[in-house]
Nanobody, 117 residues
Framework: QAQLVESGGGLVQPGGSLRLSCTAS????????MSWYRQAPGKERELVAS????????NYADSVKGRFAISRDNAKNTVYLQMNSLKTEDTAMYYC??????????WGQGTQVTVSS
């Protein structure tokens, strides 16, 4: 069955960096658009970044533009989120999502990112 496993979260000081990874199995990863979402306590889940199946196009939320970078390695079935210049407001659970169509999508379980001094 389809599975997405996120890793790389943790505690980091403001201004620091983290790289999240999401490794897929059980489906044809290279055919899917991949996205990272986040959800902070008491807030709705929001789209952070997305990348097309070939990696030719990326999209970012305004709040992370210039600080975060999404990339993928289709040979490793993995999507990454490089997060630089982290702020306290980036604290959230981060989820990856694989999207083939509006009715075919998979979510990972999430990895916690906490930005605090």
């Amino acid at each position: 069955q389809a599975q997405l496993v996120e890793s790389g979260g943790g505690l980091v000081q403001p201004g620091g960096s983290l790289r999240l990874s999401c490794t897929a199995s059980g489906f044809t990863f290279r055919a899917y658009t991949m996205s990272w979402y986040r959800q902070a306590p008491g807030k709705e889940r929001e789209l952070v970044a997305s990348i097309t199946s070939t990696g030719s196009r990326t999209n970012y939320a305004d709040s992370v533009k210039g600080r975060f970078a999404i990339s993928r390695d289709n040979a490793k079935n993995t999507v990454y989120l490089q997060m630089n210049s982290l702020k306290t407001e980036d604290t959230a659970m981060y989820y990856c999502k694989a999207i083939l169509s509006p009715v075919t999508a998979y979510w990972g379980q999430g990895t916690q990112v906490t930005v605090s001094s």
